[in-house]
């Protein structure tokens, strides 16, 4: 199984700080990389897939960007409602793997 | 738009099994490839099984393998989640999400399903 493996696992930043997440895959996986972000009791919500497609609806201040085994979530600037966990996934192979999550909190 | 509407919490024994139902709108099922993710308490996102188009099959994951049957009613569209021999391990919330593709992404996701189990 191809192991994903974000950093850091939390972060606390401000209103209006830029914050960039990292997610390293165990093996190539092209560009068959997508972002989640969770608020505690709610579902995942799909926000970049193809490690750089914005999700409909999402905002533009979300950017994802990377291929091969490195790719990137960046934040331009943090809003309150963007508090929450996020989550990248590899669909390059079956099984699909998720990281284990990168918990952003408030400073 | 698919949207993905799942049954509601259950309280099972060790032992037993639960059947969990994910009742799609928007989309006719045979439209849809469907999933299955597992969220322990606290924990991350684990794939537990899912419908390849590239092979029309579904596939499980191996540590569920044995355990775990995926259906799906088209007359309804509904897909199913039945897990057997539960263990208070299993304790989770169970998600069913719409893959896109043999490579793709998943979006929606169900609103979560809760399964505890308790003796």
């Known amino acids: 199984d191809i192991q994903m493996t974000q950093s850091p696992s939390s972060l606390s930043a401000s209103v209006g700080d830029r914050v960039t997440i990292t997610c390293r895959a165990s093996?190539?996986?092209?560009?068959?990389l997508n972002w989640y972000q969770q608020k505690p009791g709610k579902a995942p919500k799909l926000l970049i897939y193809?490690?750089?497609s914005l999700q409909s609806e999402v905002p533009s201040r979300f950017s994802g960007s990377g291929s091969g085994t490195d790719f990137t979530l960046t934040i331009s600037s943090l809003q309150p409602e963007d508090f929450a966990t996020y989550y990248c996934?590899?669909?390059?192979?079956?099984?699909?793997?998720f990281g284990q999550g990168t918990r952003l909190e408030i400073k | 738009q698919v949207q993905l509407v799942q049954s509601g919490a259950e309280v099972k024994k060790p032992g037993a099994s639960v059947k969990v139902s994910c009742k799609v709108s928007?989309?006719?099922?045979?439209?849809?490839?469907m999933h299955w993710v597992r969220q322990a308490p606290g924990k991350g996102l684990e794939w537990m099984g899912g419908?390849?188009?590239?092979?029309?099959?579904?596939i499980y994951a191996q540590r569920f393998q044995g355990r775990v049957t995926m259906t799906e009613d088209t007359s309804t569209d509904t897909a199913y989640m039945e897990l057997s021999s539960l263990r208070s391990e299993d304790t989770a919330v169970f998600y069913c999400?719409?893959?896109?593709?043999?490579?793709?992404?998943?979006?929606?996701w169900g609103q979560g399903t809760l399964v505890t189990v308790s003796s």
């Open positions: 928007g989309y006719t099922l045979n439209e849809l490839s």
């Open positions: 093996q190539s996986i092209s560009s068959y």
């Open positions: 996934q590899q669909t390059h192979s079956t099984p699909p793997t």
């Open positions: 193809a490690a750089s």
């Open positions: 419908f390849d188009p590239e092979n029309g099959e579904t």
């Open positions: 999400a719409t893959g896109w593709g043999p490579n793709g992404w998943f979006d929606p």
